[in-house]
């Protein structure tokens, strides 16, 4: 059986218990977990007063494997531990000589290695030094489906309760960037009002700057829904604030939602839970969209509405287009869905 890979909430709890390794392997091409696995190791592992003399911090395109190397073979002055972290560690050649060190690392140093936008070829030496010696993990983008459930959860941990609507309207706004993600919750969270722990579809509307009844959450309910005149209405106004409606944004939230309709057809049982389990939903309430949708819309209507969001894509890219604007793009896409 293989073994099964350690998550971000694993390492943090190990950190906060006490359970330290000697070398912290963080790469992937999410950015957010590595940097805060880092940040967390750099900001409470040592005293303030330890970290004049036994924190590190280098950069990949400035040092080395022989540096980094040097650098956690010393020992800590004044304390039991030294931090080193190496930020940019894709930046390092030859990082494989990092093996040697593994070989007999120093249990006194922590070393922690970031590679962002990329991970170790997993059938070298370095990458099996890393897993026997300490910690490898690989930092995954997020999916899509996966947001809601992320937000709820950084929200939750927070103390802050998130309307279903005001979850739905931030994940379609921003998107799996999770640093901009989280910069945006915590904007929510100062800006609620003394004694809430609810953030509101109108929060949201007066903070973050997306409308309540306008956005791509409301749009695909309209579609769900076929209701024509909401539709329309709403791609009135994403024409008039192309800047905070790009269509390209629109296009990629229509074409995952038909893409798991589709394969929502599929699901041995065509109930929240049934579906939720396909799609790879954390929570069955969001199924019921793709309940509703099912009622609307059939397998080979689905795949008709994929070619035609594939097609004003291509023509929201200037193929096959000379003069359509944005906007009638989308107006002539929402039609074809529509009838």
């Not at 650098?71 to 030294?82: D, I, T």
């Not at 939750?156 to 993600?181: Q, Y």
């Not at 306008?214 to 579609?223: G, I, K, M, T, V």
Request: overall charge neutral.
């Amino acid at each position: 059986m293989a073994k099964q890979e350690i998550t971000c909430d694993e390492i943090l709890r190990q950190l906060k218990a006490g359970t330290y390794h000697p070398i912290y392997y963080l790469m992937g091409e999410e950015p957010y977990y590595i940097d805060l696995i880092a940040n967390y190791i750099a900001e409470h592992i040592l005293t303030d007063t330890e970290k004049e003399f036994n924190l590190t911090v280098v950069y990949g395109a400035d040092v080395d494997v022989a540096t980094v190397i040097n650098a956690a073979r010393r020992y800590p002055m004044m304390s039991e531990k030294q931090v080193v972290i190496v930020k940019e560690a894709q930046a390092i050649r030859n990082i494989e000589e990092l093996c040697c060190y593994l070989q007999k690392p120093l249990l006194s140093t922590l070393l922690v290695v970031c590679h962002k936008h990329g991970v170790l070829d997993r059938r070298k030496k370095l990458a099996a030094e890393v897993a026997k010696a300490g910690v490898l993990f690989e930092s995954k983008k997020i999916k899509e489906a996966q947001l809601p459930a992320f937000i709820t959860s950084y929200m939750k941990a927070k103390g802050v309760d998130m309307d279903p609507k005001a979850t739905a309207m931030m994940a379609d706004f921003v998107g799996t960037d999770l640093h901009r993600l989280t910069g945006e919750l915590e904007k929510l969270i100062i800006t609620l009002p003394a004694g809430q722990q609810r953030v509101t579809p109108e929060q949201i509307e007066k903070n973050i700057g997306i409308s309540k009844d306008y956005n791509n959450f409301e749009l695909r309910s309209a579609l769900v829904e076929k209701d024509i005149a909401k539709a329309n209405k709403i791609i009135k106004y994403f024409e008039e604030n192309p800047k905070t409606n790009p269509i390209q944004m629109t296009l990629s939230l229509l074409f995952n939602f038909y893409s798991n309709l589709m394969l929502a057809y599929y699901a041995p049982q065509k109930n929240d839970q049934g579906i939720a389990a396909m799609l790879g939903l954390k929570t069955p309430w969001q199924a019921r969209e793709y309940l509703t949708a099912m009622g609307k819309y059939n397998g080979v209507k689905t795949m008709q509405i994929i070619g035609e969001i594939r097609y004003a894509d291509a023509k929201s890219k200037g193929v096959q287009n000379a003069s359509m604007s944005d906007g009638d793009i989308l107006r002539e896409l929402v039609f074809k869905i529509l009838h």
